[in-house]
């Protein structure tokens, strides 16, 4: 069988567990101008696409054509010239000698280093407990949500308000537990990020988990009653089975995890507004701040523009090699 | 059944008829803090003054900041659903300047300069743009010193004119109410408010942030001994440990629950004090001018509110009409009276009704004749976040004053110019 | 299922720890929104709140409407969600089961949508839809949050569509299915935690956002619960015991879809199990 997917990697990794996917590849039997005329084949592929496709290209389509094109002039919207300039790719060159950018850089990949596989290891966790728990297990489940089903700006303003010296609960904590000094925890740039680390974690685990959960119970029961015949242990089975079986669902969540993280905006928004100083601005930050506050739109587009060509090459970089690693 | 469905359409018809002659002007305003209900009643006495002219309030999100990322929305879109926009002061130098704003000097013509001279001065300076009026002033607001009146009382302490004499005050009530009574509290977040922070003990100097040209004419000494007076008023155990912490919000609260003597705050905190079931100084606040460093003169910080008309409406003429009928006295002394907003005219605060209204409007005049203009630039936001967030880190004790001060002047060297 | 291989104790506790993450900032807005604001200044800071009131309640009922709020978020997260899993699903389908060299480049391009911040797609996205005649309509907020939710549902339904094997859409298929039957009839059915696992991501992100609803409909009557509930603050002050009051109402449709949900995913659950 052909495997062209993102998820290449899983049907060696299981393939004795679906024996009839040797099956399917006879179905390449029927040649491609056979399958055209048959509205059951490759046709009705393309016309099952056409609904997305419409959509994108209704919503979509227009509004990142003019970001492009907006990153290429220069377009202050409050510098009282007239018309929009057109500079190539004098943005471009702007950025890279912009501090701002390459703080608000540094900041964002942080985040993304320290919280994506952070929210992973904690939403594996997760899911596995709640896939294992039989007990209150609606509870469980709820509690494993709930982080998720809080609004995110909220989530930003809550958590600042747990980090706030005087009226926060973890000053409150520390101090009966260990009569420790109350810290100001979101006015010192490391604490500060640690802070906002600590809160991205804890409201994207659940999100993690939610997809992993999903992929653990696909895996079928009876891979596991077969090893533990064959007298393997929890660990080798965790190794062999759960894992490479959830490599797909972990690879989806990764992908979806990164991007969302390079556009990490609200919990730092709110928590420290990007302070002390730029300590903790995101590159989303900074682009909102161009684009709406200082009406920049040229050069909020261009740091726009980055920010997708740094999501398409890690995402590219998900699909080589984690894709590829997770399969065999 | 059909007879009802016929007589439907003729209502329709009919309505549709009467709003072909009237014309639908819709305004913008914030949320709850500028009272929509009474500008509402103040439209509704304009429709009927003014037959065939409807008004459509619509209230925008209820900080300036949401409102501003939906004015800049629409009207970046060139969108001309929006007739009338309330602005922050902040905002009139940089929404002209994006073309979004159109300049009433022709509307208004030789009437302009007479109505000029009317307001507190600040604020026919925010307004005038590059020598355009392009929004009149509607709300004043400005930063005030809250007192408690009480303790100044049982301790015979004169109202502070100056900070050291604030400081000295402080401790010795903080000395005799023991407990953890904070001498002064004000705003270090970096929030919009530090730039105020930031502002008042510089302009208390006697200095000035820009030239008459708008150019930056930063005082680098002056500006580090401000910093330096309030991490001093933190060192002494006047101000708390955590003033980088503190925003608008916390100084309201913190007074009301009877835990400060001191407060720097906007206009609306009085009515908070006063108000609120949950008050612990009803009727033990005074109000005085902010204090000055030795050898200076008071200054405060202005805010409010601005009408400006949308350079994309349809209905511009009407709209300057309705905001100049807004920005009367008639109108300032209904909103002094019925919501206890400051007046943008000097005469409204000692206006007999009004002081009977709202007596603590005596003793804001003068804080607000006092109040001096953010930087008016059409990149504002620009300088804003420069001065919030380099104020912030400095009383944080990320930075030093010193290196605080020469942030401030490489930010803003670019910027005002 | 997974064997266990943690001690009972130790998953008790795991178990435990994970309740109290995730239940106790939700118990702190609970308790908060029964405690008065200068509650809040006290030091050291109260747990219980130490003059219980309902006030806060009242006045989430009575200062906005509500209502309105949740009603026109139900119905936008509600639409968006189901026009989302729809064509998520039509397009899932297709890229599970097309071999063709586009495969991964269109799955791409889906999922490329989502790479730019939306702040930067605002203007444009208002020019569309007041082209469209659609400001203020529900379907100004259904269509982009539809296609927000495209690419993490496609790429989450094509995991699982791919894990599902041909053999048994063959097998309906043979028994006179059309394609789009076995889609319906075998495949959706059998993947069932993939299918509600994007439906509630995709009513969770619809749920919750926020700058599209605040520009694209900003009437009164359209506007959706995030934008509403920061209506509760002041322009200087945030009154958490109100604000904690309206987010307990906003979670409520959250947790009621999580228990809903909950039957549906155990459901899939043992459909799924025909596989193993």
Known sequence: MKNVGLVSGQNSGVGPAFPAIEMTSGMKILRPWQRLCDLNGATLDYVLLLPAFLLLALIVVYPIGRLFYNSFLDLRLSSSVDAAQFVGLQNYADVFHDGEFWMALRNTVLVVVITVPGALVVGLGLALLANQVRRARALLRLSLLLPWALPLSFTGLIFAWFFHSEYGVVNDVLQRLGGIEPRMWLTQAWSASAAIWLTIIWKTSSFMALILLAGLQMIPRSLYEAAEVDGASAWQQFRHITLPMLTPSILVALIFRTITALQTFDIPYTMTHGGPGQATETLAMLIHKTTIDYLDVGYGSTLAVMMFVLSLLLSMVYIRFVGRGGGQ | ?417 | MMPRFAPRLLLRLAAASVMLNGLFPVIWIALTSLKTETELTRQPITWWPHLLTWENYHRVATEQPLLTFVTNSLVVAILSTALSLVVASFAAYALARLEIRGRRLILGVIVCSSMFPLVTLLVPLFETMRALGLLNTYTALVLPYTVLNLPVCTLVLVSFFESIPRNLENAAMIDGASRLGALWHVVLPLSAPGVFTAGILAFVNAWDEFLLALSLNAAQSMRTLPVGITLYQGEYTFPWPVISAVLMIAIVPVILLVVAFQDRIVAGLTAGGVKG
């Open chain 2, 1 to 417: 059944m059909l007879k009802c469905w016929l007589a439907g359409i003729a209502l329709a018809a009919s309505f549709t008829a009467s709003a072909a002659e009237e014309i639908q002007l819709h305004v913008f305003s914030g949320g709850a803090n500028q009272r929509p209900d009474l500008i509402r009643k103040i439209f509704d006495d304009y429709e009927h003054k003014h037959p065939g002219v409807k008004i459509q309030l619509e209230t925008g999100g209820a900080t300036s900041e949401l409102q501003r990322q939906y004015l800049s929305t629409v009207l970046s879109a060139k969108d001309s659903t929006l007739d009338l926009l309330a602005l922050d002061i902040v905002n009139p130098a940089q929404f002209s300047a994006a073309g979004w704003l159109e300049p009433l000097d022709a509307y208004l013509g030789a009437g302009k300069e007479k109505r000029l001279k009317e307001y507190l001065p600040a604020y026919a300076r925010s307004n005038v743009i590059g020598g355009k009026l392009v929004a009149l002033p509607f709300v004043a607001d400005a930063m005030f010193l809250y007192y408690r009146k009480d303790l100044l009382e049982k301790y015979k302490q004169p109202v502070p004119k100056t900070w050291d004499e604030l400081a000295s005050v402080s401790r010795k009530i903080q000395e005799g109410e023991k407990g953890n009574l904070q001498g002064l509290s004000f705003q270090g977040a970096a929030i919009e408010g530090a730039v105020c922070t930031f502002l008042l003990p510089y302009w208390s100097q006697g200095k000035e942030l820009q030239d008459a040209n708008g150019k930056l004419s930063l005082d680098k000494p002056a500006a580090v001994r401000g910093l330096k007076s309030w991490l001093s008023l933190v060192d002494q155990g006047v101000a708390k440990k955590n003033t980088a912490e503190v925003t608008t919000g916390d100084t309201v609260n913190e007074f009301k629950a009877g835990k400060v003597l001191f407060g720097i705050n906007w206009g609306f905190a009085w009515d908070r004090f006063q108000q609120d079931k949950d008050s612990a100084v009803r009727d033990k606040v005074g109000v005085a001018v902010l204090p000055a460093l030795a050898g200076g003169k008071s200054a405060s910080c202005i805010g409010g509110w601005q009408w400006g008309v949308s350079a994309f409406s349809k209905h511009k003429a009407e709209s300057v009409r309705l905001a100049e009928y807004l920005s009367t006295p008639e109108v300032a002394k209904y909103l002094a009276v019925e919501g206890s907003l400051l007046p943008v005219y000097p005469q409204v605060y000692t206006d007999p009704d009004v002081v009977k209204a709202v007596p603590w409007f005596a003793s804001a005049g003068p804080v607000v004749q006092s109040a001096r203009s953010r930087p008016v630039s059409p990149r504002y936001s620009e300088v804003s976040d420069k001065i919030r967030t380099v104020t912030h880190a400095a009383l944080a004790g990320a930075t030093s004053p010193e290196q605080a001060v020469d942030d401030i002047e490489s930010g803003l060297v670019r910027v005002l110019r």
